[in-house]
């Protein structure tokens, strides 16, 4: 016999893990790991928000959620941050 949980708790903790395997992600790429993206999900979808430094950066942060295992959809409002230039 098998059984099916949905309940708001077991959706929580699917989203946590899911969240964190994200993150996980995340901090494994040299592109993405000191840039301190945030991380939410809700039922399989994912949003990303935080400032970078390069365009694609955000972009190499959603390609990794969106390769997790579990993740539906990501949504990204990552913003890009133009370091300003410093001349010597």
């Known amino acids: 016999m098998t059984s ?9 903790f699917g989203d946590l893990a899911l969240m ?3 993150r996980s992600a995340l901090q494994s790429d040299p ?3 000191r840039c301190g993206i945030e991380v939410q999900c ?3 979808t994912v949003t ?3 400032e970078v ?3 694609e950066t955000a972009l190499r942060a959603q390609q990794l ?10 949504h990204t409002d990552i913003k890009w941050v ?6 010597v």
Do not use: E, F, N, Y
């Not at 309940?7 to 929580?12: N, T």
């Not at 959620?65 to 990501?74: E, F, H, I, K």
């Open 65 to 74: 959620a969106l390769a997790v295992g579990g993740v539906d959809l990501v």
């Open 53 to 55: 430094p390069r365009a």
């Open 48 to 50: 990303l928000s935080g």
């Open 31 to 33: 592109r993405t790991r």
């Open 82 to 87: 133009q370091q300003p230039l410093i001349k």
């Open 4 to 12: 099916t949980i949905s309940s708001p708790i077991a959706s929580s």
């Open 20 to 22: 964190t395997r994200v």
């Open 42 to 44: 809700v039922d399989g």
